[in-house]
């Protein structure tokens, strides 16, 4: 079992800078990989960013790469999403995810946190 809490979200302008942190508990951290998702209203959640156990491998959406930075740190069982230069597109209820297992996929999110941009 992976518990996750997400915190960092708010209200901002565009252009401006948030980062977001989620920390796990449950099985130990350095075990899986993590992911962050979004889902904006009325749209699909989407893939936002993804790390493996150790940091070694990332992965982006194209409409953040350049632009947002995950990255986790095992001694704290977090991981973080650092988001610059943000769009009013990029507003949505983001959330993380824990990949436990090799073959489900995300298995265990947190319950997302609320990132809200305006022109």
């Not at 508990?25 to 699909?44: K, V």
């Not at 409409?63 to 988001?83: A, C, E, H, P, W």
């Not at 990029?90 to 959330?95: F, N, P």
Request: aromatic share 12%; charged share 20%.
């Amino acid at each position: 079992q992976v518990h996750l809490v997400e915190s960092g979200g708010g209200l901002v302008q565009a252009g401006d800078s948030l980062r977001l942190s989620c920390l796990a508990s449950g099985r130990t951290f350095r075990d899986y990989g993590m992911g962050w998702f979004r889902q904006a209203p009325g749209l699909e959640r989407e893939f936002v960013a993804g790390i493996n156990w150790n940091g070694a491998s990332k992965y982006y959406a194209g409409s953040v790469k350049g632009r947002f930075t995950i990255s986790r740190d095992n001694t704290k069982n977090t991981v973080y999403l650092q988001m610059n230069n943000l769009r009013p597109e990029d507003t949505a209820l983001y959330y993380c995810a824990a990949e436990t297992s090799t073959t489900d996929g995300y298995d265990y999110w947190g319950q997302g946190t609320q990132v809200t941009v305006s022109s």
